[in-house]
């Protein structure tokens, strides 16, 4: 079906999957919390409130756990594009756009000198769309979106000189600037590429073990060279500490909750790539001969493990984390499925070929169109929290121009609203003893609120919070 001159009709299948999957929604409203924080941060770097080192918004005084580099990209999309709701979407399906052209050139740059592989570069491609995990990411803002384009850049580099034996201390160099730059978008996770050199000795004749050595030590001596250039700054040194005992040293200890049990990473990345383990087996049953790149299969594979298992330590077990890990899984698993195209081949007939192909290529492009309709008409609906949502956007109309509006203290662990608020509408959710004065006031539906002032009127009655207005 995606013969060796046909590659285009597979190109054009891609783009409408991707299109049916992330365009739909794009100007869509709601997300997951992490990434509703992210952009609230963001949107305040955009405010000039806090700074690259000091990320903070009006609700939050200092985030010292999160890193601040997609932070601070994203707000200069709000400085390009105005501070509108869906300015985090845009970041994020640019982000993935990127993301696809990193894996081509990841393929590319592997089967440099094997032309007839090389074209299948549309598989890793297929392959990552259609994973469940990089959609939900996308869809939610998340900074691994951010960190997997550096992680990604830094693997390439390093394949790059693995292949060329060329300029190894610019590869070094590149590998870790790349490293440095993906640590401060979500912090050390992303230190596993540095196991690729050694993961790859006999890649090819000439990469050893010693040189793999050398080509190791160059990486880890560039990274630590540049990090200790960069946080010999004060403003960074300070935030790295912060950062440490905030958000490192809990989560390697038991001083913060535990998000799922440490090991639990192992049955997240097996529901991750269930998907293309599926696949794998389909192609074992059809074709069982030895791939001409076996090798290559097991070496990502071991890589994508080096990105996964490590996560362990840390008590935190979400499954977005494993994000960067999946482009080798990608690779590794393109690389098992590349006897399927073959045997596809083999056996749809030059006739039905030719007939299949127009069908992929016009029912792609009609696809693309229409979820490009659906885009626009979709905007402003809501793809979670719809109820929430809904009451926030009465909300709004409600209060005008307020900027706080108090609440029972029972509010105090309503992160969504809170942040919802915060993000969308500016407005923070001030709790009883913050002795604030606002003329509105949230309790939980058909309840009376704490410290509701005598008096006051019921303005809106919602799915999830009543809105009061308080006496003047």
């Known amino acids: 079906m995606f013969g060796k001159q046909k590659n285009y009709s597979a190109w054009l299948l891609i783009a409408a999957i991707a299109a049916a999957l992330w365009l739909p929604n794009l100007f869509a409203l709601g997300m997951f919390i992490d990434g509703i924080v992210d952009a609230i941060l963001a949107q305040s ?16 005084s200092w985030s010292w756990g999160t890193m601040p580099l997609s932070i601070y990209l994203l707000s200069l999309f709000y400085k390009i594009l105005g501070d509108h709701f869906w300015v985090e979407r845009v970041y994020s399906f640019l982000c993935a756009l990127l993301q696809l052209g990193l894996i081509y050139q990841l393929w590319k740059t592997l089967f440099a000198y094997e032309e007839a592989i090389k074209k299948q570069a549309w598989l890793p491609c297929l392959l990552w769309i259609i994973c469940p995990l990089t959609g939900w990411c996308y ?7 951010t960190m997997t384009l550096f992680t990604t850049s830094a693997i390439i580099a390093s394949l790059s000189f693995i292949r060329t034996q060329k300029n190894i201390l610019l590869s070094s160099f590149l590998v870790a600037l790349f490293l440095l730059l993906a640590f ?21 004749e000439n990469f050893n073990w010693q040189l793999a050595l050398k080509f190791s030590f160059l990486q880890i001596f560039s990274f630590f060279l540049l990090a200790v250039s960069l946080f010999s700054i004060p403003e960074a040194n300070n935030f790295l500490h912060h950062y440490f005992e905030e958000q490192i040293k809990p989560s390697l200890g038991n001083s913060s ?32 001969k030895t791939l001409p790149n076996e090798k290559m299969y097991w070496r990502f594979l071991l890589l994508g493990l080096c990105g996964s298992l490590p996560i362990m330590i840390s008590n935190k077990q979400r499954q977005f984390y494993l994000l960067p890990a999946m482009v080798p899984f990608v690779i590794g698993f393109a690389i098992y499925l590349l006897p399927l195209i073959d045997w596809l081949n083999e056996k749809i007939k030059e006739s039905w070929q030719q007939k299949i192909i127009p069908v992929i290529k016009y029912g792609s492009i009609a696809t693309i169109l229409l979820c490009m309709v659906l885009c626009f008409t979709q905007a402003g609906t809501f793809v979670r929290d719809n109820d929430l949502l809904s009451d926030l956007q009465r909300v709004n109309t409600l209060t005008k121009n307020e900027t706080a509006i108090c609440a029972d203290d029972i509010f105090f662990e309503q992160w969504s609203l809170k942040d919802y608020l915060l993000r969308l509408y500016r407005k923070r959710v001030c709790m009883s003893n913050e002795n604030v004065k606002t003329p509105f006031y949230f309790t939980l539906p058909n309840q009376t609120g704490e410290h509701l002032p005598a008096g ?11 809105l009061y207005q308080t006496p003047q």
């Open 456 to 466: 006051s009127k019921k303005i809106m009655a919602g799915k999830t919070l009543d």
């Open 45 to 60: 770097l955009y405010l000039h409130i806090g700074s690259f080192w000091e990320p903070k918004s009006q609700a939050i």
């Open 139 to 145: 869809g939610n803002n998340m900074m691994e979106n």
């Open 257 to 288: 909750p535990t998000d799922g049990a440490r090991y639990s990473i192992l049955l997240l990345l097996t529901i991750t790539i269930f998907p293309f383990v599926l696949m794998s087996a389909i192609r074992f049953g059809i074709n069982k």
């Open 184 to 204: 401060i978008t979500k912090g050390p996770v992303v230190l596993f590429v540095f196991a690729l050199p050694a993961l790859f000795i006999g890649m090819n």
